[in-house]
């Protein structure tokens, strides 16, 4: 399964694949944040790690540190 | 409205609405927007916003955070923290019935960092009909955070430059305070903030720096006394905070910030362990703050250090001269040619 990614930090679009069906803090994990690091988004609304991700979807990945 | 079910899996209840499944709000059928590992909460919008919003009263109120203040200064920089404590404080200041004064200081830093910054705070200023002064350190005193980090060592300045800013703020944030008659000056250090400080502390072993946090320090003659009241908040909060309620902020990263490796590991393995432990980080400041602080506290008094007023300025200071006006005499030269 592949989702779509916005690395906000960053300024970088990737894509991600999964074997099978995945969720929120399986895409964190991958990308080597804990989700105590970091707001995931969907159409600008925050999610929970449990929720399972979709298909062909975008995600906005936030790093909450200021860097301050 | 479409017909909606909910389902339990591995301890968290799922929202199942035209097909798709959501973890859903503890307190309501809605959709929860995060979990509050700490609380065992998955809260819904309008929900987290409450729950922040009182959790933020109870605490202060716990420990005394507002006792007998007539007026407090908010120390707002624009980013998600000061801007979350900004419109907490608004909540509380309502609810205890002080005034509140905000300060944003205009440091002069490129990058367009200073004028975000100066933007988002003033919008936030605005909304909430907050009284505000707009401290700018060009215009006062010649020089900028800029000018330092391109001159200051040529000036003699051997401090690196964010420990310099952070000299500068403080002096700006307790001569506002002065000046405005506030009784306290706010700040928005987060749970993060604090985890970091103190686990860096005890590796070092700098026994002052532990000694000397504190959610609050009184008054000492012009020396204003401080409140942390986000120190039980984490930047994840602050963060979603922030972006549920739609608040003009500044992401940006300040151009000078240089990650320092351990102190971002500090930061890396607090989390990884949050995450398996959740509450783990506020167990250890409150242990820290309740338990190990007074008993260090009662052993030194680095805090009773004595003050006396800068011969320059008139504010407190240990030395003779200020360390602000250390930095602004050696500028002043620079500047001036």
């Given amino acids: ?68 | 409205m479409p017909i909606s079910t909910t389902l339990k899996f591995e301890n968290i209840e799922f929202l199942a609405l035209e097909g798709k499944f959501m973890v859903k709000c503890s307190k309501c059928s809605e959709r929860a927007v995060i979990r509050l590992r700490y609380a065992r909460l998955n809260l819904c919008k309008k929900h987290f916003i409450e729950f922040i919003e009182n959790r933020f009263i109870k605490l202060s109120m716990k420990n005394k955070l507002f006792e007998k203040v007539g007026k407090a200064l908010v120390a707002v920089s624009g980013g998600k923290d000061s801007v979350t404590l900004l419109h907490l404080m608004s909540k509380a200041a309502e609810y205890f019935g002080f005034e509140i004064h905000g300060l944003t200081i205009d440091l002069g830093i490129g990058h367009d960092y200073s004028r975000k910054s100066i933007e988002a705070s003033l919008k936030n200023f605005e909304m909430l009909k907050i009284p505000y002064t707009i401290f700018s350190l060009k215009k006062h005193y010649g020089f900028t955070i800029d000018d330092i980090a391109s001159y200051g060592r040529e000036a003699g300045i051997k401090k690196p430059v964010c420990s310099v800013c952070g000299t500068i703020k403080r002096y700006i944030m307790n001569k506002v305070a002065l000046d405005v008659n506030a009784d306290v000056i706010v700040t928005g250090h987060n749970l993060d903030d604090i985890v970091q400080y103190v686990l860096s502390s005890v590796y070092s072993g700098r026994i002052e720096d532990i000694v000397r946090l504190s959610l609050k320090t009184p008054t000492r003659g012009k020396l204003i006394g401080r409140a942390k009241p986000l120190a039980y908040f984490s930047e994840k909060e602050t963060l979603t905070y922030v972006i549920l309620k739609k608040l003009p902020f500044n992401y940006d990263v300040c151009p000078y910030y240089r990650p320092r490796s351990f102190h971002e590991k500090i930061k890396k393995i607090s989390n990884e362990l949050e995450e398996t432990v959740p509450g783990s980080k506020i167990t250890l400041i409150r242990s820290f703050l309740e338990k190990i602080q007074p008993a260090l506290e009662a052993k030194y008094s680095f805090s009773t250090w004595k003050l006396r007023e800068c011969k320059l300025c008139g504010m407190p200071t240990t030395g003779e001269i200020c360390s602000f006006c250390k930095i602004r005499l050696a500028m002043e030269n620079i500047v001036k040619r």
């Fill in chain 1, 1 to 68: 399964m592949k989702v779509r990614v916005k690395l906000v930090r960053e300024g970088k679009d990737v894509e991600l694949e999964f074997k099978g069906k995945a969720r929120v803090k399986d895409l964190i994990h991958r990308l080597g944040y804990t989700v105590e690091d970091v707001v995931v988004l969907k159409n600008g609304e925050p999610l929970v790690e449990d929720e399972v991700l979709e298909e062909n979807s975008e995600y906005v990945v936030m790093p909450v540190a200021s860097g301050g």
